[in-house]
T-cell receptor
């Protein structure tokens, strides 16, 4: 068990539009979900921590009004990139952890390209 | 905050040889150390983890060692195979249900025939 999915796997959008990325835990309830961003040949950078039913906690330097996170249920969190610009192009990855452990299980990632 | 350094950045080994990747961390309070394997265009996959109450853990060809005093931990892969080629990330965190992982910079492992 411990499978995490993301949708879409890749998306191309025009500058100024908004894009929503979904993260789902398929076979477990995730009390906490995390959103990361990864630029080419770089490490994963945590953007925010999301707990079900509460507001997300953003890392320093991450604009909460630009990267909207909603954790509506124990199996779904969404990241919306608002008014996307080319510099937002990146690989966005979510992870989820079960309530009884700190192990994080990662999704397959979403490749966002903003033209 | 926590800072994790990882070496080497690239590693090339011949099939069948062993590979070792080393990480150091700065926060002595960190007590959970996972290792992830990331293939091109995919999300990271947990391959092994260790907690601070254990000095070594092994799972088939993969082992991790932890030296709390020196604040470093290492990943050992024996009998490497071409399918082991990927980027490997170490990470550190303080145990908790919402614990944040701090990742190392990654090691690109290439296993050649």
């Amino acid at each position: 068990g411990a499978v995490v999915s993301q949708h879409p796997s890749r998306v191309i959008c025009k500058s100024g539009t908004s894009v929503k990325i979904e993260c789902r835990s398929l076979d477990f309830q995730a009390t906490t979900m995390f959103w990361y961003r990864q630029f080419p040949k770089q490490s994963l950078m945590l953007m925010a921590t999301s707990n079900e039913g509460s507001k997300a906690t953003y890392e320093q330097g991450v604009e909460k009004d630009k990267f909207l996170i909603n954790h509506a249920s124990l199996t779904l969190s969404t990241l919306t990139v608002t008014s996307a610009h080319p510099e937002d192009s990146s690989f966005y990855i979510c992870s989820a952890s079960k309530g009884d452990t700190d192990t994080q299980y990662f999704g397959p990632g979403t490749r966002l390209t903003v033209l | 905050g926590e800072n994790v350094e990882q070496h080497p950045s690239t590693l090339s080994v011949q099939e069948g040889d062993s590979a070792v990747i080393k990480c150091t961390y700065s926060d002595s309070a960190s007590n959970y150390f996972p290792w992830y394997k990331q293939e091109l265009g995919k999300g990271p996959q947990l391959i092994i983890d260790i907690r601070s109450n254990v000095g070594e853990k092994k799972d088939q060809r993969i082992a991790v060692t932890l030296n709390k005093t020196a604040k470093h931990f290492s990943l050992h892969i024996t009998e490497t195979q071409p399918e082991d080629s990927a980027v490997y990330f170490c990470a550190a965190s303080l145990t908790g249900t919402a614990s944040k992982l701090t990742f190392g910079t990654g090691t690109r492992l290439q296993v050649t025939l």
